[in-house]
T-cell receptor, first 113, second 112 residues
Framework: DQQVKQNSPSLSVQEGRISILNCDYT??????FLWYKKYPAEGPTFLIS?????DKNEDGRFTVFLNKSAKHLSLHIVPSQPGDSAVYFC????????????FGKGTKLSVIP | EADIYQTPRYLVIGTGKKITLECSQT?????MYWYQQDPGMELHLIHY???????EKGDLSSESTVSRIRTEHFPLTLESARPSHTSQYLC???????????FGPGTRLTVL
């Protein structure tokens, strides 16, 4: 049973527009959420995170929104650039004391020039 | 910037061979992890370590073994490789449990 779900396997966006990647989770114990970016044949690179005490966190072009009541988070990339084309993984942790990150299956983002 | 290294990056090997995948980090992190990922799938935790001489199995059953003799080094060994072991193996480390994990570049293993 998948506890972290990324229901869109792929997303195509025009350069300069907004990319919105979505993630849903089922485990109410999760209180720390992360987004990673992964290029083929490379390891995931940490992008941005959010704690459950916040509903928004921003870092440059990347913003993560958390809706705890809906158990939903999203990553916004504005403006999208061709170099953003990669697979994006959502991950969740039950916080301090939890050794494990639970990952979604990823969404492949293609930014079209 | 995270400094975590994995070697080899790519490995093609025959069935029955013993292999060791290397992972080292220079961040002084106590916590280290091994994940396995197949294309289009999520990352699955196969081993983790809280510190020197501490190793635990993750949620995904794996025939591999790990050791943690030094803080910076967390190698993974397969005693007898099989085609079912073909996958990407990713090593990660973190400062604290539940904290952000930083990943190495991965090893793409193909067993013929």
């Amino acid at each position: 049973d998948q506890q972290v779900k990324q229901n869109s396997p792929s997303l195509s966006v025009q350069e300069g527009r907004i990319s919105i990647l979505n993630c849903d989770y089922t485990n109410s114990m999760f209180d720390y959420f992360l987004w990673y970016k992964k290029y083929p044949a490379e390891g995931p690179t940490f992008l941005i995170s959010i704690s459950s005490i916040k509903d928004k966190n921003e870092d440059g072009r990347f913003t993560v929104f958390l809706n705890k009541s809906a158990k939903h988070l999203s990553l916004h990339i504005v403006p999208s650039q061709p170099g953003d084309s990669a697979v994006y993984f959502c991950a969740a942790s039950a916080g301090a004391g939890s050794y494990q990150l639970t990952f979604g299956k990823g969404t492949k983002l293609s930014v079209i020039p | 910037e995270a400094d975590i290294y994995q070697t080899p990056r790519y490995l093609v090997i025959g069935t029955g061979k013993k292999i060791t995948l290397e992972c080292s980090q220079t961040m002084g992190h106590d916590k280290m992890y091994w994940y396995q990922q197949d294309p289009g799938m999520e990352l699955h935790l196969i081993h983790y370590s809280y510190g020197v001489n501490s190793t635990e199995k993750g949620d995904l059953s794996s025939e591999s073994t790990v050791s943690r003799i030094r803080t910076e080094h967390f190698p993974l060994t397969l005693e007898s490789a099989r085609p079912s072991h073909t996958s990407q193996y990713l090593c990660a480390s973190s400062d604290e449990i539940g904290d952000t994990q930083y990943f190495g570049p991965g090893t793409r293993l193909t067993v013929l």
